[in-house]
T-cell receptor, first 113, second 114 residues
Framework: AQTVTQSQPEMSVQEAETVTLSCTYDTSESDYYLFWYKQPPSRQMILVIRQEAYKQQNATENRFSVNFQKAAKSFSLKISDSQLGDAAMYFCAYRRGAQKLVFGQGTRLTINP | DGGITQSPKYLFRKEGQNVTLSCEQNLNHDAMYWYRQDPGQGLRLIYYSQIVNDFQKGDIAEGYSVSREKKESFPLTVTSAQKNPTAFYLC?????????????FGPGTRLLVL
């Protein structure tokens, strides 16, 4: 079964600085999708960014970018110019085909003003 | 506005009682999902539906039931057989049940046992 591991239960960063959240996954497949979701205190899950495994180019969405290392099965999220509104739980997720979306345990990100 | 609504925001259940959580979407999505989130953990799939009048069990379906009579609605019933129902429940939908499709989430319902 596929597993997703987020090894950092908590992270903190100074406002305006850059932070990287780690995610590794276990799969024997070559075609799949990876996602980062944000869960702020309101608890609604919001998609931050997604990556198709067949694409070598790393996905970018404004201040959010990923470092996708397919051979290493690593999918880290970089947040640049951190803002107070970025404080949330961040979940990494994996999905292949019509299988279920598999979530990691989450990383709680704190932004220090 | 297009989106997913869940009600109620908070729900209290007495011992032996069945309760139903509502999930409605106006995104015209075919696929809908129910997840459970426990403190400090990720989401676990309870049930999903790819199309009206069809649904499949997820990883933790025991003690739960669903129906999909309309495309826009996917209610979840927590039955008395679910012995530990206290959790945060999230409903999601996507255009189709396929790997690359983004799942959009509702605001969630917190269920507490009295």
């Amino acid at each position: 079964a596929q597993t997703v591991t987020q090894s950092q239960p908590e992270m903190s960063v100074q406002e305006a600085e850059t932070v990287t959240l780690s995610c590794t996954y276990d799969t024997s497949e070559s075609d799949y999708y990876l996602f980062w979701y944000k869960q702020p205190p309101s608890r609604q899950m919001i998609l931050v960014i997604r990556q198709e495994a067949y694409k070598q180019q790393n996905a970018t969405e404004n201040r959010f970018s990923v470092n996708f290392q397919k051979a290493a099965k690593s999918f880290s999220l970089k947040i640049s110019d951190s803002q107070l509104g970025d404080a949330a739980m961040y979940f990494c997720a994996y999905r292949r085909g019509a299988q279920k979306l598999v979530f990691g345990q989450g990383t709680r990100l704190t932004i220090n003003p | 506005d297009g989106g997913i609504t869940q009600s109620p925001k908070y729900l209290f259940r007495k011992e032996g009682q069945n309760v139903t959580l509502s999930c409605e979407q106006n995104l015209n999505h075919d696929a809908m999902y129910w997840y459970r989130q426990d403190p400090g953990q990720g989401l676990r799939l309870i049930y999903y539906s790819q199309i009206v009048n069809d649904f499949q069990k997820g990883d933790i379906a025991e003690g739960y039931s669903v129906s999909r009579e309309k495309k826009e609605s996917f209610p979840l019933t927590v039955t008395s057989a679910q012995k530990n129902p206290t959790a945060f429940y999230l409903c999601a939908s996507s255009v189709a049940h396929a790997g690359g499709e983004t799942q959009y989430f509702g605001p969630g319902t917190r269920l507490l046992v009295l």
